[in-house]
């Protein structure tokens, strides 16, 4: 099993949608968790962290599930430019990170 | 702040040929650098970390003799895929972190290296 799972997709959303995305892990010591966007060809850059008590950036939302080991991705009134595959990353000790496979959404005219 | 530079961007040579790939900090000492790979529609997966002046720590199934990893200063990591080969072709993305870097992210990321073996 690996550590960090995700759905791979692709979600293929119309412009406007909601769409969220699950992610589940297996270390119960992970210290915290990003989601992570990456474009084609490009290396991940950091989109928000994951808090237990949830996080809201704009239109995306994060929320963390230590109980369940469940981290989600809400991505609010969907843009073309949101079109990427997102990655849920647990951070461990000594700053090593581990990433899911990654979720790739593509949001249509 | 924070930035992490790669050179170079993408790679193209013979079946053989052995290849360096620079990591960079530019405005912070980067105690640790990490190199991942990268396979298409695959997700990173961390190949070795390195600390400054010591030997890289190598992850289970990656030949330390085939990805040379050298760590002498503060801001500077190279790898060195040698002898490289077709199946070697990929996504390599550097990272750094600092342990006085004040920042919201654990690594801090180059853009990444293309390599591509004919």
């Known amino acids: 099993r690996k550590e960090v799972e995700q759905d791979p997709g692709p979600f293929n959303v119309p412009e406007g949608a909601t769409v969220a995305f699950n992610c589940t892990y297996s270390n119960s010591a992970s210290q915290s968790f990003f989601w992570y966007r990456q474009d084609c060809r490009k290396e991940p850059k950091l989109l928000m962290s994951v808090y237990s008590s949830g996080n809201e950036d704009g239109r995306f939302t994060a929320q963390l599930n230590r109980a369940s080991q469940y981290i989600s991705l809400l991505i609010r009134d969907s843009k073309l430019s949101d079109s990427a595959t997102y990655l849920c990353?647990?951070?461990?000790?000594?700053?090593?990170?581990?990433f899911g496979g990654g979720t790739r959404l593509m949001v249509k005219p | 702040g924070a930035v992490v530079s790669q050179h170079p961007s993408w790679v193209i040579c013979k079946s053989g040929t052995s290849v360096k790939i620079e990591c960079r900090s530019l405005d912070f000492q980067a105690t640790t650098m990490f190199w991942y790979r990268q396979f298409p529609k695959q997700s990173l997966m961390l190949m070795a970390t390195?600390?400054?002046?010591?030997?890289?720590?190598?992850e289970q199934g990656v030949e330390k003799d085939k990805f040379l990893i050298n760590h002498a200063s503060l801001t500077l990591s190279t790898l060195t895929v040698t002898s490289a080969h077709p199946e070697d072709s990929s996504f390599y993305i550097c990272?750094?972190?600092?342990?006085?870097?004040?920042?919201?992210?654990?690594?801090?990321f180059g853009d990444g290296t293309r390599l591509s073996i004919l």
């Open positions: 390195s600390n400054e002046g010591s030997k890289a720590t190598y």
């Open positions: 990272s750094a972190s600092g342990a006085e870097l004040y920042s919201n992210q654990p690594q801090h």
């Open positions: 990353v647990a951070h461990n000790a000594g700053n090593m990170l581990t």
